[in-house]
């Protein structure tokens, strides 16, 4: 017989993606379809429909549930989009029930890191532990708590927002969400090439080769820069980089103090240059943390990289009252 597959949809701003991934998290199929934010509901839902359309033609098995992640904010206990920044053509629409009508079959919907979590949980680096911490570290800064294979959602689905813990209540208010100090800001991708930025132009000298690797203009300094700059051995780079580390220590000092999880993963796209910093980070977190067992915790490099949207989508499937067991015995 045919292996069970699942099938993952990741909505973006500018592409709806699908794939299909079987019970060990492996994806044997994707695709991808363009999708136009700023169109009108109908035409982002006819977008989704045909990724899912995509999915099911190619699907070796019968497909009995599907799995949705999109920009947030959302509803994942309702399946409402609420008003994402980035899909502006949907306000308040209730994609899960437009799609279960269509397809006759659950939708099961949630955002990209609770999702990737999950992912990462079942079949990832964080496959054997119970209970699981995953950042991932990207243009923004997304956290998942999973317990007992299970995204915590909180009382309204608005739980594991860790990106906008305040650590430091005088701090620049630079985050979106207009709150200071927001760890967001100062981990995300955006938020290191602003710092170096800022460092470059009061640098001196030192700053050059940084400057000189971003084509000659301090505005040009991005975090990629930042990362080539310093395999490189540049000191400003390397700086910076450090700094970035000492505050990804005291984030997850918090979170340990917070969640005592089994295992701490880290995923998105800056992921990969700071896991050159990982030691830096385990011998700093016991300063941070008054758990005295800390550093026993695993920090560790996410599994899913660019295919984390849809492994974390399909991933969803398992949440239900029959795959809660199906999860369990992966």
């Known amino acids: 017989m045919a292996e069970k597959l699942l099938l993952g949809i990741d909505i973006g701003g500018t592409k709806v993606a699908a794939g299909l991934v079987n019970h060990a998290g492996e994806i044997v199929y994707k695709t991808r379809n363009p999708m136009n934010p700023r169109g009108t509901a109908e035409e982002g839902l006819d977008a989704v429909k045909t990724a899912i359309d995509a999915g099911l033609k190619e699907a070796t098995t019968p497909i009995d549930s599907i799995g949705l992640i999109s920009p947030g904010p959302l509803d994942p206990k309702t399946g409402i ?74 009382r309204t689905g608005a739980a594991a927002e860790g990106g906008h813990l ?33 460092k470059a132009r009061g640098a001196g000298s030192i700053a050059q080769p940084l400057i000189d690797l971003a084509g000659g203009s301090v505005d040009n300094i991005t975090g990629e820069v930042v990362g080539k700059a310093w395999r490189a051995g540049d000191p400003l780079a390397t700086e910076i980089l450090e700094e ?87």
């Open 81 to 154: 989009i609420l008003n994402p920044p980035n899909l502006p053509c949907w306000r308040n629409y209730h994609l899960v029930q437009r799609l279960a009508e269509a397809y006759k079959m659950p939708i099961y919907l949630d955002n990209d890191a609770n999702a990737a979590g999950l992912a990462e949980a079942l079949w990832g680096a964080g496959r054997g532990y119970k209970e699981v911490f995953y950042a991932t570290l990207g243009t923004g800064v997304g956290t998942g708590i999973i317990f007992n294979g299970r995204v915590f959602h909180g």
């Open 166 to 198: 305040t650590i430091d209540y005088r701090g620049p208010k630079n985050c979106n969400c207009g709150k200071p100090g927001c760890v967001e800001p100062m981990l995300s991708g955006t938020g290191i090439a602003r710092r170096a930025r800022e």
């Open 244 to 330: 970035t580390s000492d505050i990804l220590a005291v984030f997850l000092g918090n979170i340990i103090d917070l969640l005592e999880p089994e295992v701490i993963v880290i995923g998105g796209g800056v992921s990969e240059l700071m896991e050159g910093w990982f030691d830096h980070v385990r011998k700093q977190v016991p300063a941070w943390s008054v758990n005295q067992r800390a550093n026993e915790i695993p920090i560790i490099i996410a599994k899913y990289r660019a295919d984390a949207g849809v492994a974390g989508a399909a991933a969803l499937s398992l949440q239900s009252a029959d795959g809660a067991k199906a999860a369990a015995e992966l």
